[in-house]
Nanobody, 124 residues
Framework: QVQLVESGGGLVQAGGSLRLSCAIS????????MGWFRQAPGKEREFVAA????????YYTDSVKGRFTISRDNAKNTVVLQMNSLKPEDTAVYYCAASPRSWLPAVQNEYNYWGQGTQVTVSS
């Protein structure tokens, strides 16, 4: 069983930065692809970024490319989403998720484990 706990959300002004962390407990973390998703009020949950098991391969949705960076530390069982140049449209609950797939899935049903989410609010 894998458990995920996100932290680092908060309120920030447009143009600012936040660093989200996901702490993972359970066996086999090093073999999972990890992803971040987000859900804004009244909208469906959407893919943000993913990273492969070795931390080399990454994939981003177009709207965050060049602003967000996903990374992982398998020794510390953590995944980080560094978010820079934040915009009001980035406001959402952000979720960390783990997938047993070897590629970098961008769809929710490829992920088996989810965190409880952390709120990110960007003011204009």
């Amino acid at each position: 069983q894998v458990q995920l706990v996100e932290s680092g959300g908060g309120l920030v002004q447009a143009g600012g930065s936040l660093r989200l962390s996901c702490a993972i407990s359970g066996r086999g973390f090093g073999y999972y692809s990890m992803g971040w998703f987000r859900q804004a009020p009244g909208k469906e949950r959407e893919f943000v970024a993913a990273i492969g098991w070795n931390g080399v391969s990454t994939y981003y949705t177009d709207s965050v490319k060049g602003r967000f960076t996903i990374s992982r530390d398998n020794a510390k069982n953590t995944v980080v989403l560094q978010m820079n140049s934040l915009k009001p449209e980035d406001t959402a609950v952000y979720y960390c998720a783990a997938s047993p797939r070897s590629w970098l899935p961008a769809v929710q049903n490829e992920y088996n484990y989810w965190g409880q989410g952390t709120q990110v609010t960007v003011s204009s």
